[in-house]
């Protein structure tokens, strides 16, 4: 069932409408299979590229699309809808474009975000290790500086695009402390630069999710972003931002598994009636439902911060809360909706409560997100 939307601008409503189209044709078909097989989707993001869709968010003056960024998460939401894997590395990739738009100088963003923001490279986002994952200031791995640039050695984990990706927005320790950690951005194919084996996961399966290892790994300077010792004020910059993305994800996730939901319980029969009829499976749609419209309210108040330059942390951990704790419960009761049918790999609903749990997990888990919020209480 296609969302109806409110939006604020003819062109944002051709651009939404141009997202169905492609997802229609160039996701959906084919995202049982690569789910299943666990194979990468050659293509498919040279499509989104081609449209656009990659660099909504960012100024036309650099080659983005300048679109609000309540416009470019309801087009997330859609490709979500079809294919959650590919939307999770749309915001990834978006997530990584951040750091150089906004801390990177003039020469720095001329030279490498035209490239950036056209779709033709795809970017990775580093910076939980093995041992750091909340806990974001506790990195092991270092960038030592060189007459030359700076050497790189250690250990990233838990990259989307992990190893297929063009470029990769990396955070390393170059000091002590929580303001000893500096950002850098490493093209693939750098000399020292390996992956691992990429994860075998409960869900996203076609993009992968690898470690990178660096050993001596030489940069050069000018691939600094921002100051020495600005990396975690750069990352957590660019994680409010990504948040909204993956809450954005997590209601187009839900959305699809209310909308399976719908038609099996529009066509299903027991007793005579169609089951969507029975009181109790209505109920429980109708929470569904409820579930989804508040979650994607929540997200769309903090992009219309964001939008007015207002402050919207807070908001953000907000709407990541919500929106990824209503695709879980979305999804499951989906599969309740089901029945056996539903615990099986037949239908789609089962995949998709396979995929919500992450949600809960990455860019921040939910208990981190009640930190923020505590902490923002508290003043």
């Not at 944002?12 to 789910?35: C, F, G, M, N, Y």
């Not at 050497?151 to 927005?169: E, M, P, V």
Request: glycine content about 10%; some cysteine.
């Amino acid at each position: 069932m296609a969302v109806d939307r409110l939006l604020p601008t003819t062109e944002a409503s051709d651009l939404i409408a141009l997202t169905r189209d492609i997802a229609d044709k160039a996701l959906l078909p084919i995202v049982d299979r690569h789910e299943k097989d666990e194979t990468y989707p050659g293509g498919v993001f040279a499509t989104l590229g081609e449209a656009g869709l990659l660099s909504l968010p960012y100024p036309e003056e650099w080659g983005g699309g300048g679109q609000p960024y309540e416009v470019y998460l309801q087009v997330l939401e859609e490709i979500a809808a079809r294919w959650a894997a590919v939307a999770v590395a749309v915001s990834v990739h978006s997530l990584s474009c951040h750091p150089l738009f906004a801390f990177g100088t003039e020469e720095q963003r001329r030279r490498w975000l035209p490239e950036m923001l056209s779709g033709s490279v795809i970017g990775a986002y580093s910076l939980s290790e093995p041992q750091a994952g909340s806990d974001a200031a506790a990195l092991n791995c270092k960038a030592v500086a060189t007459d030359e640039g700076y050497r790189i050695n250690g250990t990233k984990a838990w990259i989307t695009h992990g190893g297929i990706a063009d470029f990769y927005t990396v955070f390393a320790r170059t000091g002590e402390g929580s303001r000893g950690i500096s950002c850098f951005l490493v093209p693939d194919g750098t000399e020292g630069l390996s992956f691992g084996k990429p994860e075998e996961k409960m869900g996203l399966s076609a993009v992968p999710t690898t470690t990178a290892h660096y050993d001596n790994a030489h940069i050069d300077a000018d691939r600094r972003i921002g100051a020495e010792g600005q990396g975690l004020q750069i990352a957590f910059s660019a994680l409010d931002s990504g948040r909204l993305g993956i809450a954005a994800v997590a209601v187009g996730l839900a959305q699809a598994a209310l909308d399976e939901a719908v038609a099996y319980a529009q066509e299903r029969t027991a007793f005579g009636r169609k089951i969507i009829d029975h009181q109790g499976l209505g109920f429980l749609l109708a929470d569904m439902a409820a579930a989804v419209d508040s979650a994607r309210a929540a997200y769309l108040d903090a992009a219309r911060r964001r939008d007015a330059g207002l402050p919207y942390s807070r908001n953000a951990s907000v709407a990541k809360l919500i929106a990824t704790d209503a695709a879980m419960k979305v999804t499951t009761d989906a599969v309740q909706v089901f029945g056996g049918y539903g615990y099986t790999r037949d239908f789609r609903v089962e995949r998709y409560m396979r995929e919500a749990k992450i949600t809960q997990i990455f860019e921040g888990t939910n208990q981190i997100q009640r930190l923020v919020i505590a902490r923002s209480l508290a003043g």
